[in-house]
């Protein structure tokens, strides 16, 4: 992509307004659409060196969006590059996860709503062979008139290719599945699910539930809130490449970690 006059045109379309984060690649910000009136959140990422290319990430993040139209998918709905940066323009969000979860008057109903359209939105892009692979509470964001989206697709790969490797290095370390700590390269869909259900838990516990200080402790608290796994349960796990043993633990009863949640929800969990 190369910057042109049109693109020049493009960006004067926007009111700049004020700084709304800092996110891996570069600042987010605020901003008018003047042909819509609409409020929009415009992430500027760096497009690298000419030699090394245009930074695949942003590319990857624009494809794939493009493709994931859904009610609780965050809509690209501009992407323009100026002044060496690559500017995609999203609808505005009021809030995330992370900021709801941290807010003491939130409601069982809203929990319940929350998350279903949390499934909802990623039983699409698994519909659609994308692996979101960085769910978390504050990638998902909040709009106006509460409905939730997924967004942050920076980390997001389409799957089902038979023999397809990956790397494990996903997801923060608190929200990543066993087999991503143990090192596996081939993974499926079953990864983001892992994800979701942490998120499910920290709904009802108003903090992460299994905070890690490191990829080893990570599994050790895993094991012991739900059990170590045995050569039967899991057989392949031995042949993962980060294998170690771990001493073995019983699972306690779930509902014992999670005393506040319903029948239901420990039968979803
Ligand atoms: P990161 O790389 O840290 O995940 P993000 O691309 O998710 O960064 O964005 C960084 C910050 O920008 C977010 O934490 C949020 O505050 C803000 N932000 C991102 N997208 C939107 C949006 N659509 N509407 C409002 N704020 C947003």
Redesign the pocket.
């Known amino acids: 992509m190369t910057e042109t006059d049109e693109s020049k045109r493009v960006a004067d379309r926007y009111l700049k307004r004020e700084v ?6 570069g600042v ?1 910000y605020k901003a008018i659409d003047t042909k819509t009136g609409q409020t929009v ?1 415009i ?1 500027k990422i760096r497009l690298g060196k000419q030699k090394e290319g245009v930074n695949f990430t942003a590319l990857r993040e624009i494809k794939l969006l493009k493709e994931l139209k859904d009610p609780n998918i ?1 809509e690209l709905t501009d992407a323009f590059p100026l002044k060496g940066k690559l500017h995609l323009a ?4 009021e809030t ?1 996860l992370e900021a709801v979860i941290r807010d003491r008057n939130i409601f069982l109903s809203h929990i319940k709503s929350y998350f279903q359209m949390t499934l909802k939105g990623l039983a699409f892009c698994h519909r659609k062979w994308v692996l979101h692979r960085d769910m978390k509470p ?2 998902l ?1 909040i709009g106006p008139n509460g409905q939730l989206k997924l ?2 697709f ?1 980390l997001a790969r389409v799957f089902g290719s038979p023999d397809r490797r990956f790397t494990h290095q996903v997801f923060a370390r608190w929200y990543r599945a066993p087999e991503l700590l143990f090192g596996a390269k081939q993974y499926t869909s079953a990864v983001d699910v892992w994800a979701v259900a942490c998120v499910f838990t920290e709904l009802f516990l108003r903090r992460p539930f299994l905070q890690g200080t490191s990829d080893i402790d990570q599994l050790g608290k895993i094991f012991a809130a739900f059990g170590t796994p045995t050569s039967s349960q899991w057989p392949d796990m031995i042949y993962l490449p980060d294998y170690v043993e771990y001493q073995y633990v019983p699972a306690p009863p779930l509902h014992s970690l999670f005393p506040m949640a319903s029948g239901d929800a420990l039968d979803l969990l």
């Open positions: 709304l984060g800092e996110g891996t690649y987010v959140a992430k965050i999203f609808e505005f969000m995330d504050n990638n964001l967004a942050d920076g």
